[in-house]
């Protein structure tokens, strides 16, 4: 089964809360917010500011807010950022740790699928991944010009 870390999904939801924050947001606030204790939230925003994914400032009105919005956050730079390289086996990219590789009648053919993954999870930012918190019938309708805006 492909699971991923408990601390990847703390990741995706400190991020979309991060978002509703507007501006800078403090990891005891983010904690207290999601549920999450708060050296776990503060381990993981140090994790995501050392991808570039969250800054961080120092002070009495420092914390953390987004570095991109969340529409131009892939899924799976949130995963890379915690949980390491997305791979499905260890031989996979070249990895060490299988015993056997050099007899092995499927070395290298699990890259394709890994590449499948890799592309699906690109594909989905942090913002489909908050749009789809929403009940369907709630979301509001995406305007298809600016003439439906005004």
């Not at 899924?75 to 260890?90: K, Q």
Request: proline share 7%.
């Amino acid at each position: 089964m492909l699971k991923l870390s408990r601390l990847t999904d703390y990741a995706v939801v400190a991020l979309v809360r991060l978002d509703a924050a507007d501006g800078v947001a403090t990891s005891p606030g983010i904690a207290a917010a999601i549920g999450i204790p708060e050296p776990t939230v503060a381990k993981v925003l140090k994790a995501l500011a050392g991808r570039g994914l969250v800054i961080s400032t120092r002070g009495a009105r420092g914390g953390y807010r987004l570095a991109r919005r969340l529409s131009q956050i892939p899924i799976s730079e949130v995963i890379m950022a915690i949980d390491g390289p997305i791979a499905l086996t260890s031989c996979v990219d070249g990895g060490l740790g299988c015993e056997s590789q050099s007899l092995c009648p499927v070395a290298g053919r699990w890259d394709p699928v890994n590449d499948a993954i890799r592309e699906a999870l690109t594909g989905i930012t942090l913002a489909d991944m908050a749009a789809a918190a929403v009940p369907r019938a709630f979301r509001l309708p995406v305007p298809v010009s600016l003439h439906e805006v005004l």
